[in-house]
C-alpha cells in the first residue's frame, strides 16, 4: 500500500538559514508524483514544488527545491534563506497511476522561522 | 491567477442537518477533488470526479455524502445528516489531465481552494 511519511512533527530555523524538511514515500508503481504543500495558520493549502518520478532533475520552485533520491525513496523539500511568511505547517503528498489522480498526504511538519 | 474559491468559508450547523458545500475550480480543469483535514490531523482523500461522475472514493465517502456538478462551474458536497465528527474543514481541490508522453494519464497538479471549516454542534 502506498504511504507518505514525515518524521518530524516540527521544526525551527533561523531566519535567512537554509532547512530540509523530511519525507519518505513507498509506492509499487513506477508512475508517481511527489507534492508540497504549505499551510499557514489560516488554512489554506497552497501548491509549492512537484516532482514526477521520470523526471531527471531535482525540480526547483524560487526558494525551493526537491532533494529527490528515489533509490532511497525520499522526497525531501528544502527552503533556502528561510522567511517568517514561511512558519506554516508543510504536507508532502503523492499520487500514483493506479490512484486516479488522488493524493495521500504525510501527517506534515510545523516549521517556525526565529527572528 | 486562476485560483479555486469555495463558499461558504465557515458554517455551523445542528447534528442531522443536511449541508452542502461550494466550489468554483479552475475554469479549464477537467478533475475535481474533495478532501478533508479534522483539527490537527492530515488531509484526507474523500472523492474524485471525472465526466460528470465520480471516478474514486475512499471508505469515508459514505452513503451521506454526495457530489454533484450541477452546472458548468459548480462543484458541490452535500452532507446528508451530519454528525459530530464530520468537523473539519473541507478541501475543494482540481486539476487538468496530463494526456501524452510518460505520464499519460497522471493528473497534473491539484490546486486547492480556501476550504470551508464546518462545525457540527
Known amino acids: 500500500a502506498q504511504k507518505i511519511t514525515q518524521t518530524q512533527p516540527g521544526m525551527f530555523v533561523q531566519e535567512k538559514e537554509a532547512v530540509t524538511l523530511d519525507c519518505t514515500y513507498d509506492?509499487?508503481?513506477?508512475?508517481?508524483?511527489l507534492f508540497w504543500y504549505k499551510q499557514p495558520s489560516s488554512g489554506e493549502m497552497i501548491f509549492l514544488i512537484y516532482?514526477?518520478?521520470?523526471?531527471?532533475q531535482n525540480a526547483t520552485e524560487g526558494r525551493y527545491s526537491l532533494n529527490f533520491q528515489k533509490a532511497r525513496k525520499s522526497a525531501n523539500l528544502v527552503i533556502s534563506a528561510s522567511q517568517l511568511g514561511d512558519s506554516a505547517m508543510y504536507f508532502c503528498?503523492?499520487?500514483?497511476?493506479?490512484?486516479?489522480?488522488?493524493?495521500?498526504f504525510g501527517k506534515g511538519t510545523k516549521l517556525s522561522v526565529k527572528p | 491567477e486562476p485560483e479555486v474559491t469555495q463558499t461558504p468559508s465557515h458554517q455551523v450547523t445542528q447534528m442531522g442537518q443536511e449541508v452542502i458545500l461550494r466550489c468554483v475550480p479552475i475554469?479549464?480543469?477537467?478533475?475535481f477533488y474533495w478532501y478533508r483535514q479534522i483539527l490537527g490531523q492530515k488531509v484526507e482523500f474523500l472523492v474524485s470526479?471525472?465526466?460528470?461522475?465520480?471516478?474514486?472514493k475512499s471508505e469515508i465517502f459514505d452513503d451521506q455524502f454526495s457530489v454533484e456538478r450541477p452546472d458548468g462551474s459548480n462543484f458541490t458536497l452535500k452532507i446528508r445528516s451530519t454528525k459530530l465528527e464530520d468537523s473539519a474543514m473541507y478541501f475543494c481541490?482540481?486539476?487538468?489531465?496530463?494526456?501524452?508522453?510518460?505520464?499519460?494519464?497522471?493528473?497534473?497538479?491539484?490546486?486547492f481552494g480556501p476550504g470551508t471549516r464546518l462545525l457540527v454542534l
Open positions: 481541490a482540481s486539476s487538468e489531465v496530463r494526456t501524452s508522453g510518460a505520464r499519460a494519464g497522471l493528473q497534473e497538479t491539484q490546486y
Open positions: 509506492t509499487s508503481d513506477p508512475s508517481y508524483g
Open positions: 516532482q514526477g518520478s521520470y523526471d531527471q
Open positions: 503528498a503523492m499520487s500514483w497511476r493506479g490512484s486516479q489522480g488522488n493524493l495521500i
Open positions: 475554469s479549464n480543469h477537467l478533475y
Open positions: 470526479f471525472y465526466n460528470n461522475e465520480i471516478s474514486e
